[in-house]
């Protein structure tokens, strides 16, 4: 019986990780690929070849189940070798792919008028034009004559290929705004039409420095032009492509996945540009999978919340497919990913949802996941004294723990999900708090990057989700507090992200007298009294001492 290897209701294939990564090339109208199990021994029959890229079947037996049911799980039945890998994105096309996007505006950069000088640099290239919620100025009132001037001279620099001296004159045209000159009535000016003349100017830097290839400083102008201007795609693209000079394709990622989304949500409609951008997407997604080291990955096509008996099919799926990646298998319960060859935003009926699998070599590396997602009392990572102040060497042990093994996971899980919410898990709060752990180890560079990324998330989440009145709330106070943090405003008061473990800890505090109880009843039915006894003391004190 022929098996599908993660052929869904749209026929594209899946991931199934590092060892064997099966990952079509983007094609506009996927069709299914199916396989026949290979023979071994001298009974071996002489089969017909099958045409993947037009599989010969009834319409009766090529109803796919768009629930993913357990035997559409990436290769639960295959026992076998391993399938032959297929093309994948060349990193020439996703060099030319990335060059077409991020430098698209630039082609139409022209010296007239004073008067249409700013209409001019923001205008999209006609090559790839942009959707209606491109910088174009046309509507919106005369720019400051100063500003004006600034941005041709930096421009001009910028045409001759000097790009240092470029961003040095878009700087100070950005030095030009910060003191009120945009417009020529800034009493009239609107705060939106101001922040959208502002974002163009701090792209403009983030192109100068890319072109140098230099992405730190070009990350953090792309962190402000997303806050300034969440809805402008081109702004993401440029994002990834910082990432991926920085060698994160996980965020480059996830930044071409917002990219395409924001492209459709603001009105874009041309399906070239569409297109090349899930182009993009896929090349830096198929990168991330293959630098991955420490665990391997599964998509499973489902839509809906899935029994616990069919999480446990998939996760053995898992391990037939991965066999040295099974010392700690987690499925996100959550849902909701998206891969680039499945996903098509103006039919929402057609686009395929995934769980994620993930399966890890060492369980030390992982084990984590189900305490953040599913523990209520708060995880205190790296901390010795979890109910006092850290100490200094606790506070590098949280750095190391968080900065390289927690938020790496984290980032990898939503690099394929669109919308991820502010709870415990999403990577948001777990980065605000490693922000704070920075702050305390006095490394503010570190510090502020980190901050500056959690605005851009923050600015953007409103587009990218459905958002309730307590996640409004939720989201007005975090960002609140990081610009305050950013600011150095406040800094003797507590932080939401503070706040948040600080409740957690006050409800594990109440629970504790019941969870004694439960521990000190097991202990008597058992007639152990050794570890669970002096755990018992252990919490004793604690809760005496608090």
């Excluded at 983007?26 to 199916?34: C, N, V």
């Excluded at 009239?188 to 072109?211: H, N, P, T, W």
């Amino acid at each position: 019986m022929p098996f599908r290897n993660i052929a869904n209701s749209t026929g594209s294939l899946e991931l199934q990780g590092l060892e064997q990564m099966v990952f079509p090339k983007y094609t506009e109208h996927p069709t299914p690929a199916t396989i026949q199990p290979e023979e071994k021994g001298p009974n071996k029959r002489k089969g017909k070849k099958t045409d993947s890229s037009a599989p010969k079947r009834s319409k009766k037996n090529d109803t796919r189940r768009k629930d993913g049911s357990p035997d559409d799980c990436a290769g639960a039945n295959n026992e076998r070798s391993p399938l032959p890998e297929p093309p994948r994105i060349s990193l020439r096309d996703l060099m030319e792919a990335e060059t077409k996007l991020v430098f698209s505006d630039e082609q139409d950069i022209t010296h007239k008028s004073l008067a249409s000088t700013a209409t001019q640099l923001m205008c999209q290239a006609a090559e790839i034009g942009g959707p209606p919620s491109g910088p174009n100025l046309s509507f919106l009132p005369q720019i400051d004559k100063w500003l004006d001037v600034a941005l041709q001279d930096a421009n001009s620099y910028y045409q001759q290929k000097k790009y240092a001296t470029a961003a040095s004159r878009f700087t100070a045209a950005l030095e030009l705004c910060s003191k009120g000159a945009v417009f020529e009535k800034p009493f009239y000016a609107d705060y939106e039409d101001i922040c959208k003349v502002v974002s163009f100017v701090e792209s403009r830097i983030v192109a100068c420095y890319l072109r140098m290839e230099r992405p730190n400083p070009a990350l953090l102008h792309c962190y402000r032009s997303i806050q300034l201007n969440p809805i402008r795609f081109q702004n993401h693209l440029r994002q990834a492509m910082a990432y991926r000079l920085l060698g994160n394709p996980c965020e480059a990622a996830r930044g071409a996945m917002i990219a395409d989304y924001i492209y459709w949500l603001s009105g874009g409609n041309n399906r070239h540009i569409s297109k090349l951008i899930k182009l993009y997407w896929q090349g830096l997604l198929e990168a991330a999978l293959s630098l991955e080291k420490n665990f391997s990955v599964m998509f499973t096509p489902w839509s809906g919340k899935p029994s616990s008996n069919i999480i446990e099919k998939m996760e053995e799926a898992f391990r037939k497919l991965h066999p040295a990646f099974t010392d700690y298998i987690f499925t996100d319960p959550r849902g909701g990913h998206l891969l680039p060859q499945t996903t098509d935003w103006s039919q929402p009926s057609s686009t395929q949802s995934y769980f994620l699998t993930l399966g890890f070599r060492r369980r030390n590396d992982g084990d984590f996941l189900h305490k953040l997602l599913h523990r209520r009392c708060p995880t205190f990572t790296g901390q010795s004294s979890p109910f006092t102040p850290p100490s200094y060497r606790d506070l590098e042990m949280m750095f190391e723990m968080q900065g390289k093994k927690i938020l790496p996971v984290l980032d990898f899980i939503k690099c394929t999900k669109l919308s991820v919410g502010f709870s415990q898990g999403s990577g948001l709060i777990e980065r605000l708090q490693y922000a704070s752990v920075l702050g305390q180890l006095n490394r503010f560079r570190e510090h502020m990057h980190v901050l500056q990324y959690t605005l851009a998330e923050l600015a953007v989440a409103p587009y990218l989700q459905d958002i309730s009145p307590s996640d409004t709330e939720l989201l007005l106070a975090l960002m609140a507090d990081t610009m305050d943090t950013l600011e150095g405003k406040r800094p003797d008061q507590e932080r939401v992200w503070n706040a948040m473990q600080k409740v957690n800890r006050q409800d594990f505090l109440a629970e504790l007298p019941f969870l004694l109880w439960q521990t000190k009843s097991r202990e008597l039915q058992n007639e152990t009294f050794g570890v669970g006894s002096s755990l018992i003391l252990v919490y004793k004190c604690i809760y005496v001492v608090n």
